[in-house]
């Protein structure tokens, strides 16, 4: 267990190179074993769920090396088409394996994925596509049986534009025979990324980033190299930190354009925002106004993962602060702790409520979450005195080196190992 201990106060200045991308990389490893390859995969952060990425490829029978910052995957290797329980359970991506086992295989035993508690998230949108492609799944309580002779081209229009389902078609579809279009498809940066990823495979596909992608094939290539994009979410966790304990930062490597949402209602709020090609100046007086109205969406709309994180940096702006989550049903879990730092937050069914307070102080928090934990940390920031995060592993599984980030901004950060 890790206790993060956090003392508030410090105005943040310094500049930052924003780790590359958790939710881009791990489709991406998922999908250098749909075909027979070797990947070089750069600007891959250190996280747990990436351990355990690397941990299904190597019991699959990939060849997986890791050096700093990258990972050298030989897929030409793969002998065993099932995912045991407890790595299913480390991550929610780990069931994006499954379209790359059919794919790749042509079956999968595996069982429903693990991953935060946000909530019902079921895999209906990922079963019916991956099924309407010509898979046979059997359900049977957790675990998962799929077979596929051959998998053909579909046109699947999604219901939702779920982010992990468009992920598992996709790769499906490079495996598949003929065309497959994916329409409601999600338009997040990390379809993008993987769309780029499968093209260096060779694989023929266009449309990420629109709600249309099609994918009809592959000319298989033996090698790959791949740059993990910036990630958007720790981008905000720092602008947010920023914005809440007051500062100037620069953030680096991570392009503007994908947190572009935050951002705005980070300027609304008060702050300066400058942003250049792939930098972002923040800067923050420490006292804000609330910024309105805040609506979670899918991409290009205010992003899920980034709305405890604002709400946390909100807590002492002046005025009320609408939010509503659209996304997920459980994601206000941040809420009863930040109301023990001092927090004036009503939740009503999706809506919460946020009435500005004058101070914050320290206390004794448990992150609930990934993004809550890291909303505990922000908030903290900004509290008066010390704040002790009792983390159950949750923020590594997201942020790389967090506290050292935070403490070369200038924050007294530091994290006690019980
Ligand atoms: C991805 O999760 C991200 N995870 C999440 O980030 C992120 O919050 C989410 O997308 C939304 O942006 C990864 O990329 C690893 P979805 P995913 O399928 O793919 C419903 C973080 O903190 N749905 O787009 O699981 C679902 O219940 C994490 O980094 C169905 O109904 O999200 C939810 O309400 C947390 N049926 C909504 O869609 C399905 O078959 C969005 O889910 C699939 C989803």
């Known amino acids: 267990m890790e206790i993060w201990h956090v003392r508030g106060g410090n105005r943040l200045f310094g ?5 590359g991308s958790k939710n881009a990389s791990l489709p991406v490893l998922a999908a250098s074993m749909v075909l027979p390859a070797r990947s070089q995969i750069r600007n891959v952060p250190q996280l747990r769920d990436v351990d355990a990425a690397a941990s299904i490829l190597s019991h699959l ?11 050298c995957i030989d897929s030409t290797g793969v002998n065993c088409a099932e995912v045991p329980h407890e790595l ?3 991550m929610r ?13 042509g079956e999968a035993k595996l069982s429903l994925p693990g991953g935060c508690q946000l909530g019902k998230r079921p895999i209906d949108l990922h079963l019916s596509a991956l099924r ?14 799929c077979r596929a002779e051959r998998l053909h081209g579909a046109d699947i229009t999604l219901r939702f534009p779920s982010v992990g389902a468009t992920e598992n078609i996709m790769l499906a579809a490079c495996a598949a025979e003929g065309r497959t279009t994916i329409r409601g498809a999600a338009r997040e940066p990390e379809i993008v990324a ?29 090698e790959a190299d791949f740059t993990v994009p910036g990630d958007r979410i720790v981008a905000s ?4 930190a920023c914005a809440a304990a007051g500062g100037r930062i620069i953030l680096s490597g991570v392009k503007p354009d994908h947190f572009l949402t935050v951002l705005h209602f980070l300027n609304e709020a008060g702050c300066d925002i400058i942003h250049v090609n792939d930098i972002v100046e923040i800067s923050s007086s420490g006292s804000l106004r609330a910024p309105g109205s805040i609506v979670t969406a899918p991409y290009p709309g205010f992003p899920t993962d980034a709305q405890p994180i604002l709400m946390a940096a909100l807590l002492r702006a002046e005025g009320t602060t609408q939010i509503t989550e ?19 937050i009503r939740v009503k069914d999706t809506t919460a409520l946020v009435r500005g307070v004058k101070e914050l102080h320290g206390e004794t928090l448990t992150a609930p979450d990934l993004r809550g934990g890291a909303a505990m940390i922000v908030a903290a920031l900004s509290a008066r005195g010390e704040s002790r995060v009792i983390d159950a592993g949750h923020i590594k599984r997201g942020y790389e080196n967090l506290d050292d980030r935070l403490c070369a901004l200038g924050a007294e950060v530091w994290i006690e190992h019980t």
């Open 194 to 222: 993987l769309q780029d990823y499968l093209t260096s495979l060779g694989a023929h596909i266009a449309g990420a980033g629109s709600d249309t992608v099609v994918i009809c094939g592959v000319s298989p290539r033996p």
């Open 61 to 71: 029978g990939c060849r997986v090396e890791r050096s700093e910052g990258e990972i």
């Open 132 to 145: 309407a492609m010509g898979a046979q799944i059997d359900e049977e309580g957790r675990d998962l049986f």
């Open 326 to 344: 659209t996304i997920f049903e459980n994601r206000y879990r941040q809420v009863s702790e930040l109301r023990r730092l001092g927090a004036d």
């Open 15 to 19: 500049s930052c190179r924003v780790q």
């Open 237 to 240: 966790t720092l602008a947010c």
């Open 88 to 90: 299913m359970a480390e």
């Open 93 to 105: 991506s780990s069931v994006i394996f499954m379209g790359a086992l059919l794919g790749r295989c």
